[in-house]
């Protein structure tokens, strides 16, 4: 059973930093590839970081310079480092892992940046 768990999220000042974690079982995020995305509310989700198996990256043009991604492949868990946050970066922050024949999403973990 495939299982990507997120955490770490909370309430923060802009400016400030939060990183994010996705756990998981079942998957190997150094075999399969690994997203997060984010959804604020009343918009739709959209992709703001990846991580392929290979180790390359990528980012959402809104993100770039902000945040990183990256793994621990011994934990088996990838994470989301956010810097200088923003207010528009408030959103549900979703784990998705891309297993061989259909992604696994985590339940989400809130982000809140305040003015």
């Known amino acids: 059973q495939v299982q990507v768990v997120e955490s770490g999220g909370g309430l923060v000042q802009a400016g400030g930093s939060l990183r994010l974690s996705c756990a998981a079982s079942?998957?190997?995020?150094?075999?399969?590839?690994m997203d997060w995305y984010r959804q604020a509310p009343g918009k739709q989700r959209e992709l703001v970081a990846g991580?392929?198996?290979?180790?390359?990256?990528n980012y959402a043009d809104s993100v770039k310079g902000r945040f990183t991604i990256s793994r621990d492949n011994a934990k088996n868990t990838v994470y989301l480092q956010m810097n200088s946050l923003k207010p528009e970066d408030t959103a549900v922050y979703y784990c998705k892992g891309n297993g061989m024949w259909r992604a696994y999403w985590g339940q989400g973990t809130q982000v809140t940046v305040s003015s």
């Open positions: 991580i392929s198996s290979g180790g390359s990256t």
């Open positions: 079942g998957i190997i995020v150094s075999i399969n590839g």
